[in-house]
Structures are given as C-alpha cells and as structure tokens.
C-alpha cells in the first residue's frame, strides 16, 4: 500500500472518530513512546524502529509525554506557593 494512501485513510477514520488533528509524526511519537513505556530499551528503538542515527533523538524529540508527566510529577512533590 502506498503510503500516501495509508494516510488518506487515517484521516478518514480520524474524521469519524472526531480527531481534529493528527499528523502522521503523532502517530510516529505515539508508536516511539507506547513501546518504550512497555519495556522496549529506548536505543533499541531510536535505532532499529525509528531509524535514527543518535539514540538521544528519540528523547528529545519523541518521548515529550515522558517528560511532561515527569514535570507535573515534580510539580506536585512542590509545596503550594504562598498567596
């Protein structure tokens, strides 16, 4: 299947499903991040799965959810600022 043709019917289905936007680097993140958050080793991953060069791009620039929980988990250990 040509891969313009996949995406065509991605959207299609994103449209019935409600999505208002997802690209297909989305779905790409998604899939980078779902297999690392099972267990997958990251480099593994970045290099085999995703075909970078660099492990460390998987990490800048895929695993942000990774991050962003990270950061709101930190935020709760922080006592409440004081008005």
Do not use: I
């Amino acid at each position: 299947m040509h891969p313009q043709t996949v995406g065509l019917r991605l959207r299609a289905v994103l449209r019935r499903a409600g999505v208002v936007h997802c690209s297909p680097h989305d779905w790409r993140r998604t899939f980078a991040t779902r297999l690392v958050e099972a267990g997958a080793a990251s480099d593994m991953v970045s290099k085999e799965l995703m075909g970078h060069a660099n492990p460390a791009t998987l990490h800048q620039h895929y695993l942000r959810r990774n991050r962003e929980q990270a950061l709101d988990a930190a935020t709760q250990l922080l006592p409440p600022l004081p008005k």
